[in-house]
């Protein structure tokens, strides 16, 4: 029987999360919320509401499509919610390990490699067509922008977003809350609450 998710959110992000449950053979689309969603409206048997009645469908799962890693964070506690009212979404061209380990309410898009005892955090956005390799650990809420590429035993920490096409290399650990500038190359670990950009990466101003 097939899962019933609804969507939090409504932007770009939300549709190719959209064509992904379409694909899917376990999950179905019930309907979408977001705040710029003035009434409920119904297309094609999709429910489309204002994200201030989320209390309403609390029978569905979700999926929070956004890309915006605190945004995130902050609907879940706003509105209060745990574990046990997500679902994540795995795009069937997506290269998985048996011993990865994927969290909750996580998502992992079109053509994205997930390689041997790796452990994606719950929240995450492993996007399109990037490399998570061997032993990788990527914590809560961090979004893995299209085409990175993480080679072996590095460590992302909580909030970070690493931008489009970044290569980080083996054993590098990157703090929580910090931005990497897409393209940059990381050979050196970098702290907390930082934006580091460029080849190799360097810190060019806090993230606070």
């Known amino acids: 029987m097939s899962t019933s998710v609804v969507l939090l959110g409504n932007g770009g992000h939300a549709k190719v999360i959209k064509d992904m449950i379409d694909r899917s053979n376990d999950l179905i689309l019930a309907g979408i919320l977001d705040d710029n969603i003035s009434e409920y409206t119904e297309v094609d048997h999709v429910f489309y509401d204002k994200m201030s ?4 469908y609390l029978k569905h799962k979700f999926v929070i499509a956004i890309g915006n890693n605190k945004v995130r964070l902050m609907l879940i506690d ?3 919610l745990n574990e046990s009212h997500f679902v994540s979404v795995i795009d069937s ?10 969290g909750i309410g996580t998502v992992v898009m079109p053509r994205a490699v997930i390689n041997a005892n790796a452990e994606i955090g719950n929240h995450v956005i492993i996007n399109s067509g990037s490399i ?3 032993d990788n650990i990527i ?5 893995i922008s299209p085409g990175a590429v993480l080679s072996g035993t590095v460590t992302i920490k909580t909030l970070t977003h ?4 970044t290569t980080i290399i083996p054993n590098i650990v990157v703090g929580a809350s910090s931005v990497i500038g897409a393209g940059s190359v990381v ?3 970098i702290s907390d609450e930082v934006v580091a950009v460029g080849n190799p990466a360097k810190v060019i101003k806090n993230n606070c």
């Open 187 to 189: 050979i050196r670990d």
């Open 132 to 134: 998570i390799e061997h």
């Open 162 to 165: 690493i931008g489009s096409n």
């Open 78 to 80: 706003k509105y209060q």
């Open 93 to 102: 061209s997506a290269i998985i390990s048996p011993s990865a380990h994927i």
């Open 53 to 56: 009645n989320l209390s309403q």
């Open 139 to 143: 914590e809560d809420f961090v979004h």
